[in-house]
T-cell receptor, first 112, second 115 residues
């Protein structure tokens, strides 16, 4: 069965630190990959997505993610986090279905 | 702008009650989804629908049913609420149109507490 793993459950950073959140999936075929973010008290919203083409994808608010097919990974990065990035981040994968498989989420706390 | 609305942000019900959660989207999307979100478990798919009057079971359909009588509306029904159904329920929709396929748009969620 398809699955998505987010190994970092809770990450605590100071402002201006660099961020990398891991995401690995288990499926050998073509995939569409997503990162969603949920700010405190707000609804889940799309941060970025990869369907095809350049494996380095840029999203909103300075986030980017790199699809490495050989590693089945789609890690999220940001060179310098801000307090406003405090949120929960979810990786999701779609593999030739209309369903998304979500990871368990990573809670990011950024302190000023 | 894409919009998915859910009928209630907070709901408190008693064990055994029948509960209806409503979701409406205004993007003319074909697909609609119901998830529950629990700490440490992420989002788990309960049911989804590809079209009016069509429904498919997700990963955790037990104890739930759904209804889609109109394209824009997707209802989640708890026939007899139990305490283990206390959770945050999220509705989402997506389009079949090329270029945006698979991107799901989420509502604000309904936090249901079953006492």
């Amino acid at each position: 069965a398809q699955s998505v793993s987010q190994h970092n459950h809770h990450v605590i950073l100071s402002e201006a630190a660099s961020l990398e959140l891991g995401c690995n999936y288990s499926y050998g075929g073509t995939v569409n990959l997503f990162w969603y973010v949920q700010y405190p008290g707000q609804h889940l919203q799309l941060l970025l997505k990869y369907f095809s083409g350049d494996p380095l994808v840029k999203g909103i608010k300075g986030f980017e993610a790199e699809f490495i097919k050989s590693k089945f990974s789609f890690n999220l990065r940001k060179p310098s986090v801000q307090w406003s990035d405090t949120a929960e981040y979810f990786c999701a994968v779609n593999a030739n279905t209309d369903k998304l498989i979500f990871g368990t989420g990573t809670r990011l706390q950024v302190f000023p | 702008d894409v919009k998915v609305t859910q009928s209630s942000r907070y709901l408190v019900k008693r064990t055994g009650e029948k509960v209806f959660l409503e979701c409406v989207q205004d993007m003319d999307h074909e697909n609609m989804f119901w998830y529950r979100q629990d700490p440490g478990l992420g989002l788990r798919l309960i049911y989804f629908s590809y079209d009016v009057k069509m429904k498919e079971k997700g990963d955790i359909p037990e104890g739930y049913s759904v209804s889609r009588e109109k394209k824009e509306r997707f209802s989640l029904i708890l026939e007899s609420a139990s305490t283990n159904q206390t959770s945050m329920y999220l509705c989402a929709s997506s389009s079949l149109h090329a270029g945006d396929t698979d991107t799901q748009y989420f509502g604000p969620g309904t936090r249901l507490t079953v006492l």
